[in-house]
Structure formats: structure tokens, C-alpha cells
């Protein structure tokens, strides 16, 4: 749930449960970024105005699980990825 904070309202976000990660608010207060720490992590955008949960999506890697996210002055958004056989190299080697 988005709680504000100055009214106690509450949005929902989210349809089910998920496991977060990092948040970060966009520097106009428009989006949210989120990203999941599901067996797949997933970056999603929520736009406060259309009240819409969009993922992004990320063609060619992997969201980082451990990922920051952080909004550039210009709207652009920033975050860690891996290639997409990252996983199944580190699982061989353990």
C-alpha cells in the first residue's frame, strides 16, 4: 500500500504479495519505481496519475537483486543489471 502520510490515505499498488527491494520516488513526484526480489526480479514503475503498476522491461539482462534505484534530473532511471546466464554460471560453480 501507498500510505500518504499527511491524510492516513492508502492506495494499493501492488495485485498480490511481493517481495521488495528498492523504491525511489521520481524528483516530480510522478512515478515510483520499484524493484521485486522475486525468484525473478522485476522492475515496475507506478505513475500516480494514471494509478497504473507498468513493468519495464529489460531485454537482453537481469535485474541485480541487489539493485538501487535512483531518478537522474533529466527523468531517466538508474539501476543495476547482470546478463542473463549470470545466474546459471554462479549455480554451476557452487
Known amino acids: 500500500l501507498l500510505v500518504n502520510a499527511a491524510t492516513g490515505d492508502t492506495t494499493p499498488i501492488l495485485a498480490a504479495p511481493r517481495t521488495l527491494g528498492a523504491t525511489a520516488w521520481s524528483r516530480d513526484g510522478k512515478r515510483l519505481a520499484i524493484a521485486t526480489r522475486d525468484s525473478v526480479p522485476a522492475l515496475l514503475v507506478w505513475e500516480t496519475a494514471t494509478r497504473r ?42
Open 53 to 94: 503498476l507498468r513493468p519495464q522491461p529489460l531485454p537482453g539482462v537481469r535485474l541485480a537483486e541487489n539493485t538501487t534505484l535512483a531518478w537522474t534530473t533529466d527523468g531517466r532511471l538508474v539501476f543495476s543489471v547482470r546478463e542473463r546466464g549470470w545466474l546459471a554460471e554462479v549455480q554451476a560453480r557452487f
